[in-house]
T-cell receptor
Framework: NAGVTQTPKFQVLKTGQSMTLQCAQD?????MSWYRQDPGMGLRLIHYSVGAGITDQGEVPNGYNVSRSTTEDFPLRLLSAAPSQTSVYFC????????????????FGSGTQLSVL | AQSVTQPDIHITVSEGASLELRCNYSYGATPYLFWYVQSPGQGLQLLLKYFSGDTLVQGIKGFEAEFKRSQSSFNLRKPSVHWSDAAEYFCAVGVGGYQKVTFGIGTKLQVIP
């Protein structure tokens, strides 16, 4: 199993550009989420999804869009990048389809380091 | 809404010494509590978790944590630190069955010979 795969690992954007951070998991997990990690601020939840077709906002959703058309994929879109979005982004998943929902651990991807100039 | 406080941003310990990392949470009911570790350039890995039952929880790599309801704390401990334990440690609290997990700001651990 590959687990949670994030692409790209590094990205540099200019202010105003758009891009999509990809996240895929092969563990049949229902729950997927996006976090950003900034020095001195820990990880902050951007958006999350509890299943295909269902998404919701986390703590810091402004400037980001998500969709969940399949169980496996949960892309994060930056429509117009801003320097304040320079960060390390982590995708995480948990929960097995068909099983009773419990607070299982989060499986994290290896991160995407994004710089917006 | 739930919150997590990790009061120590940096901690330095000597190899072989004991370690305690502090974590306090704020939540109205019994929370789901986690400790994660992040090595440089890596994603987060679960060390241990507490849902219910025995308040002393054993995790991987020789770590343990104790849930104290009266103090709203979930401190992480290790009796003897190894150089490979140098990393950043995050305490987290989860609410409900949908894994809406809130993380603390992290404690960076430095291990000196």
């Amino acid at each position: 199993n590959a687990g949670v795969t994030q692409t790209p690992k590094f990205q540099v954007l200019k202010t105003g550009q758009s891009m999509t951070l990809q996240c895929a998991q092969d563990m049949n997990h229902e729950y997927m989420s996006w976090y950003r990690q900034d020095p001195g601020m820990g990880l902050r939840l951007i958006h999350y999804s509890v299943g295909a077709g269902i998404t919701d906002q986390g703590e810091v959703p402004n400037g980001y869009n998500v969709s969940r058309s399949t169980t496996e994929d949960f892309p994060l879109r930056l429509l117009s990048a801003a320097p304040s979005q320079t960060s390390v982004y982590f995708c995480a998943s948990s929960g097995l389809r068909g099983q009773e929902r419990t607070n299982e651990k989060l499986f994290f991807g290896s991160g995407t380091q994004l710089s917006v100039l | 809404a739930q919150s997590v406080t990790q009061p120590d941003i940096h901690i330095t310990v000597s190899e072989g010494a004991s370690l305690e990392l502090r974590c306090n949470y704020s939540y109205g009911a019994t929370p789901y509590l986690f400790w994660y570790v992040q090595s440089p350039g890596q994603g987060l890995q679960l060390l241990l978790k507490y849902f219910s039952g025995d308040t002393l929880v054993q995790g991987i790599k020789g770590f343990e944590a104790e849930f104290k309801r009266s103090q709203s704390s979930f401190n992480l401990r290790k009796p003897s630190v190894h150089w490979s334990d140098a990393a950043e440690y995050f305490c987290a609290v989860g609410v409900g069955g949908y894994q809406k997990v809130t993380f603390g700001i992290g404690t960076k651990l430095q291990v000196i010979p």
